[in-house]
């Protein structure tokens, strides 16, 4: 038998699947569940508190029922935390204030930079050009490819 064994029992689950992200078993509860992209320390905290599960409790020891009860508690996020923790105000579509999480969040991210690119907007443009988008220097920083150096003069 191998030590981690040993040290966690015979159901432990060294990978959870929760909101389609795989989550280290070996976390606690809010690390584990801030894996998942769009859920922060905070949220999750809010979302272990609503679970009543033991915050000290690693994410490998859940039980099927934990899981799923966590998964129900992601599902309905939205109504769970407050406006201004949302990541979405006034969404351009709807005009609520939304909250997305995983695979979701990437998409959106990917339609708001394509929208300014189609509306010709500043950073639309940045994003285009590859640039910098939030008023970074550019001059002296943030230089990519091989680097160059003094070229001399041949004698």
Known sequence: MSEKSKEHGDDFKYIVRLANTDIDGEFGMVRGLSQIKGIGARVAGILVTASAIPA???????????????????????????????NR???????????????????????????MKKIRCYRGMRHEQGRKVRGQRSSSNGRRGAAIGVSRKKK
Do not use: C, Q
């Open 89 to 115: 105000p006034k969404d351009v579509e709807t005009g609520e204030d939304l909250h997305f999480y995983g695979m979701e969040l990437n998409l959106l991210l990917e339609d708001d930079i394509n929208r």
């Open 56 to 86: 000290d409790t690693k994410m490998g020891n859940l039980s099927d029922e934990d899981i799923e009860k966590l998964a129900a508690l992601i599902e309905e996020i939205d109504d769970r935390i407050p406006v201004w923790m949302k």
